[in-house]
């Protein structure tokens, strides 16, 4: 079993940065791959980033790549999301998520965090 719990949402201006950090606890979270995944209102779960388990691999939503950066520190079992340029359509809950699997589906991660909300105005 994994927790996950996500700090650094908040209320930020368009152009403005936040950095998310996702904690885990219970079975080390260097065993499994991590994502960012976010939920507007009235719009399905989508996925933002992901990070391999050594950190080495990464990759992005096309709708993020060169602004949201994904690292995590296996020693302190966090990860992070690196939020730069935001724009009022970034607005949503944002989910760390936990895999076995090195995928993008939100269906194969098998533990989630409880969400940050991110709010950018214009």
């Known amino acids: 079993q994994v927790q996950l719990v996500e700090n650094g949402g908040g209320l930020v201006q368009a152009g403005g940065s936040l950095r998310l950090s996702c904690a885990a606890s219970?079975?080390?979270?260097?065993?499994?791959?991590m994502g960012w995944f976010c939920q507007a209102p009235g719009k399905e779960r989508e996925f933002v980033a992901a990070?391999?388990?050594?950190?080495?691999?990464?990759y992005y939503a096309d709708s993020v790549k060169g602004r949201f950066t994904i690292s995590r520190h296996n020693a302190k079992n966090t990860v992070y999301l690196q939020m730069n340029s935001l724009k009022p359509e970034d607005t949503a809950v944002y989910y760390c998520?936990?895999?076995?699997?090195?995928?993008?589906?939100?269906?194969?991660?098998?533990?989630w965090g409880q969400g940050t909300q991110v709010t950018v105005s214009s």
């Open positions: 998520a936990a895999t076995l699997l090195w995928t993008i589906r939100d269906g194969q991660y098998d533990y």
């Open positions: 219970g079975r080390t979270s260097s065993s499994f791959t």
């Open positions: 990070i391999s388990r050594s950190g080495s691999m990464t």
